[in-house]
T-cell receptor, first 111, second 118 residues
Framework: DQQVKQNSPSLSVQEGRISILNCDYT??????FLWYKKYPAEGPTFLIS?????DKNEDGRFTVFLNKSAKHLSLHIVPSQPGDSAVYFC??????????FGDGTTLTVKP | NAGVMQNPRHLVRRRGQEARLRCSPM?????VYWYRQLPEEGLKFMVY????????ESGMPKERFSAEFPKEGPSILRIQQVVRGDSAAYFC????????????????FGPGTRLTVL
């Protein structure tokens, strides 16, 4: 039973446009959500996070939205840049324990 | 401040051999997590350790796998009698402690060790 799902394996966006990456979860106990970015042959790099007591967190070009009733979160990147091309992982945790990861979405930003 | 260090970056073993993967957390971090990533999949939690203690090993296979985080030195993930299905990227992450000793939510990852079993 996969508790964190990223249903789109890939996403292609034109440079300058908005990228929207989606993530769904099933465990209502999750209280913290994170997005990581990963380049080939490297470890995941923390991007942005949100606590379950909030519904939005913004950091520069990156905004994460949380809809608890729908058990859904999304990452918006505006404007998208070619350097944003990577695999993006959604993760969730309970009480600062282990993180449960989705399978990732490969974002390609075309110049 | 150096990031999370993992070595070796690449490890090749023949079936039946032992694999030892090392992880040095970021300076000041006392919580270590190990994850495994199989091809085309996300990261799967294996084990969570604090110094000298295993906090959560719910993701560890019951046999052949063990982990430790001694008082001094790096955390070690040990795989005995490796099989081809163990071929994967193994990532270590660390996090600092809050005032009460619990971990923060954000984990910082190392570059991973890519294990290939021939």
């Amino acid at each position: 039973d996969q508790q964190v799902k990223q249903n789109s394996p890939s996403l292609s966006v034109q440079e300058g446009r908005i990228s929207i990456l989606n993530c769904d979860y099933t465990n209502s106990m999750f209280d913290y959500f994170l997005w990581y970015k990963k380049y080939p042959a490297e470890g995941p790099t923390f991007l942005i996070s949100i606590s379950s007591i909030k519904d939005k967190n913004e950091d520069g070009r990156f905004t994460v939205f949380l809809n608890k009733s729908a058990k859904h979160l999304s990452l918006h990147i505006v404007p998208s840049q070619p350097g944003d091309s990577a695999v993006y992982f959604c993760a969730a945790s309970v009480n600062a324990g282990k993180s449960t990861f989705g399978d990732g979405t490969t974002l390609t930003v075309k110049p | 401040n150096a990031g999370v260090m993992q070595n070796p970056r690449h490890l090749v073993r023949r079936r039946g051999q032992e694999a030892r993967l090392r992880c040095s957390p970021m300076k000041g971090h006392s919580h270590v997590y190990w994850y495994r990533q199989l091809p085309e999949e996300g990261l799967k939690f294996m084990v969570y350790l604090q110094k000298e203690n295993i906090i959560d090993e719910s993701g560890m296979p019951k046999e052949r796998f063990s982990a430790e985080f001694p008082k001094e030195g790096p955390s070690i993930l040990r795989i005995q009698q490796v099989v081809r299905g163990d071929s994967a990227a193994y990532f270590c992450a660390s996090s600092p402690s809050l005032a009460g000793g619990t971990s923060t939510d954000t984990q910082y990852f190392g570059p991973g060790t890519r294990l290939t079993v021939l």
